[in-house]
């Protein structure tokens, strides 16, 4: 036995440090049909989240996970099962919940500044002009963009991209973001910056985050607990691991730790185990 906590999915419980439940995924399984086959993407999947938790999943390429983080954004609907949050079914897109995408999303013809602008005058109709700029320029510098913040999209990089798409998912200040990815794409220097960023506006703002992430390491560093997927079709969640780390967190002590080295074998056992097994 290893020395974290693991929980073997279907229990839905989890670390009591978080309650209260704030989402709630109840024997959720999903089926897409093509012509007279139906193939079960997700089964059986059960998952509660705290509402200043960070969650990442990890699984491997197919296995349903964007899939997953669609049916909690609203953007697509379970065939059976729900998902409650605060004690409500999820059944179409909200502005509590905001998505960060891979590919920036990002409107072309508008400037980072107006990019962010546009999502805050959608959703904060309550506040006066002069409270929405107040908005979007703290946003604005609390992922660095002051410089950039009149260039539009195809004049900055890739990172910078990926800053506005977070500053404009934080802007909106919605109880739970939703990452698929969110630095994928990025070079390892400005993918680990980025990290940091998000890592510390979490910290200063906590609210619930589920990221869909490919690194272990970025998994351990900035979640407080790493679903591990089983492979599809029929996926469903293997693992729970807690990760036993305090918050605010300093990358280079942690991975000094045994507990990291221990944590990070654990979770590629598992991916290596589920990749041999579909060989
Ligand atoms: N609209 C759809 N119609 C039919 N099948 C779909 C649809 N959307 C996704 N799928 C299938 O569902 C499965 C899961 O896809 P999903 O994108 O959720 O996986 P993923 O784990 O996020 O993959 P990756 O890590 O590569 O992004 C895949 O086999 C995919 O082909």
Redesign the pocket.
């Known amino acids: 036995m290893t020395k974290f906590n693991m929980l073997n999915a279907p229990k839905p419980e989890f670390g009591m440090s978080y309650a209260p439940a704030f989402l709630e995924i109840q024997q959720l399984s999903k089926s897409?049909k093509?012509g007279d086959r139906e193939?079960v993407?997700l089964k059986d999947v059960n998952l509660t989240i705290g509402e200043r938790e960070y969650i990442s999943i990890i699984?491997h390429?197919?296995?349903?996970?964007?899939?997953?983080l669609k049916i909690v954004a609203g953007l697509e609907r379970s065939t059976s099962g729900s998902v409650l949050l605060e004690g409500r079914e999820i059944r179409k897109p909200g502005a509590e919940r905001m998505m960060v995408f891979q590919n920036y999303s990002l409107l072309p013809w508008l400037t980072v500044r107006q990019n962010i602008r546009l999502a805050v005058d959608e959703v904060s109709r309550g506040l006066s002009a002069a409270e929405k700029k107040q908005v979007v320029n703290e946003h604005i510098a609390m992922v660095n963009l002051n410089a950039a913040a009149d260039k539009y999209p195809d004049e900055i990089s890739g990172g910078m991209k990926q800053r506005v798409g977070i500053a404009r998912a934080l802007a909106i200040r919605p109880k739970m973001l939703l990452m698929d990815e969110p630095f994928g794409a990025l070079d390892a220097l400005t993918k680990s910056k980025l990290q940091r960023q998000v890592l510390e506006i979490w910290e200063q703002h906590r609210q619930a985050v589920m990221m869909?992430t490919?690194d272990v390491d970025e998994a351990i560093y900035m979640s407080d607990r790493i679903v591990l997927m089983t492979n599809?079709p029929e996926a469903t969640i293997g693992e729970i691991l807690e990760v036993p780390f305090e918050h605010p967190r300093d990358r280079a002590k942690i991975r000094n730790s045994p507990a990291y080295y221990e944590l990070r074998n654990h979770a590629l056992n598992f991916l290596d185990s589920h990749f041999e097994s579909d060989e």
């Open positions: 897409y093509n193939t993407i699984g390429s197919g296995c349903g996970k964007s899939t997953l869909i490919h599809g």
